[in-house]
């Protein structure tokens, strides 16, 4: 493996302009007119194996870190760097779950509903298999630096990454009071530098980008082409769990809506490279309180358009949304976001895979949370947006009976405690009272802790109770 300029580039998605640029520029978005950049390869250049079955065999080789890690498995479809430039942690390694016990809450049957666990990825979170991309393109053109914006997980991965290689150290910024503990704390202990940005998460992407530009500094946020090709390989290993078969639905929180577009991208290049033959329709779930997706896809009716989005109609969308002073506001503190940057690669995804769009409540969200810990799994708020998607779309017959649904669980139960303890915890009065605000009344399935003096037989009769 060397740097692969003969096979990789960088592109504008633009249909109006679509410049291509060297796969060792550290851009981010296109110098001629600001769109998105998309990670291409002549496929006719690149050694491709003839079946997808190939990959599995590595899962064996412990002794080589690209074999190892569940992201470099699939190198071959992400050929954009040497063997001497990889910084690896092993990510990826996770699979999919057959979840009988969530199924019948989604409204399926066991044996249809399957959860992609990215939970368990050395920082807790999916973004591992964005970062070790990343990182391996900023060791790729000689990066100094690193920043991001970052609602927890990614600030958390990307600690992790710079603290480990050592070479990279990073800065990230965060909104005030906007991060949950679990992955504030992994930032603080990692030791990069936090910034804590009066504001919310916006804010900080619009800054980090200016400071990124202004002091060089490469960009860690989904905006960076090369996270999102580390990010494809979550729907290999999704094929990969169910024995390389294509399922009829996947579903995906939408925040910064990275995943979607790369997890459209990836099954379009299967398609393309002829080792599938048909896409996944791709559901990205909203939480009603951040719901921008919801209202440019439901409500404007806004699409891919081959590439022309309509701009003036998404400008116009984002000053009304000022106008009213409208900011996201939900329990699922990961995906608070108003101005999510990869919004034309999503409409793409959508296209692509003639997905939906569907949006949730904080209150369904906790409850699929506790159905999805009470299944043994566990999650934070954000990835329970998913398993309340697929419910809804479900309930709406908009997936059938008998489809086969993969929900992708992004991050940790542990990331964010809080919620989950209060969840169990709190009289729905209590309960009310504190996130009275993002619409939760009620706590449907919680698992009380009972109080019990320090008598024995007060704990026999509490146990039998
Ligand atoms: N789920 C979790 C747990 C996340 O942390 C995020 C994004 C998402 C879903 C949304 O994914 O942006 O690809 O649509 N977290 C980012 C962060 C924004 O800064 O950690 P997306």
Known sequence: MKIRTDIAYQQCIGAACGARFDIEEAIFECPKCGDLLDARYDWSRAVLPKRLKGFEAKWARQDDPLAFSGVWRFHELIPFAGREHVITLGEGRTILQRADRVAPYVGLAG?????QYEGLNPSGSFKDNGM???????????????????????????????AVDGRIPAVVLVGSGK???????????????????????????????????ELKIYLMNSLNPFRLEGQKTIMYRILEGLGWEVPD????????????????????????????????????????????????????????????????????????????????????????????????????????????????????ILDAKAQVGAGGFGCEPASAAS???????????????????????????????????????????????????????????????????????????????
Not at 251 to 276: M, Q, T, W
Request: charged share 25%; hydrophobic share 45%; proline share 2%.
């Open 249 to 364: 639905w996947v579903v995906v929180p939408g925040g910064n809506l990275g995943n979607s577009s790369a997890f459209g991208k990836a099954f379009h290049e299967l398609i393309e490279i002829g080792l599938i033959k048909r896409a996944p329709r791709l559901a990205v779930i909203n939480s009603a309180g951040a719901d921008t997706l919801y209202r440019i896809v439901r409500e404007e009716r806004l699409t891919w358009n081959g590439g022309r989005v309509d701009e003036p109609r998404v400008a116009a969308f984002y000053k009304q949304m000022e106008a009213e002073n409208r900011r996201a506001k939900t329990i699922a503190s990961a995906i608070e976001i108003n101005r999510p940057v990869n919004l034309k690669k999503c409409l793409r995804a959508l296209e692509w895979t003639g997905g939906a769009v569907e949006k949730v409540t904080d209150q369904e």
């Open 387 to 465: 398993v309340a998607g697929a419910r809804k779309l479900r309930a709406a017959g908009v997936i059938g009976q008998g489809e086969r649904v993969v929900c992708v669980l992004t991050g940790h139960a542990l990331k964010d405690p809080h919620a989950t303890v209060a969840y169990h915890t709190k009289s729905d009065g209590e309960l009310a009272q504190e996130y009275g605000a993002y619409g939760v009344r009620a706590a449907a399935y919680a698992n009380r802790p009972v109080a019990v003096e320090d008598d024995l037989a007060k704990i026999v009769a509490a146990i039998q109770s």
């Open 111 to 115: 044996g249809n509903l399957f959860l």
């Open 132 to 162: 070790t991309a990343a990182f391996t393109h900023a060791r790729l053109v000689g990066a100094r630096r690193a920043a991001c914006a970052s609602t927890g997980n990614t600030s958390a991965s990307v600690a992790l990454y710079s």
């Open 179 to 213: 991060i949950a503990y679990g992955k504030l704390a992994q930032a603080l202990d990692y030791g990069v530098r936090v910034l804590q940005v009066q504001g919310d998460f916006d804010v900080c992407m619009k800054r980090v980008k200016e400071v990124a530009r």
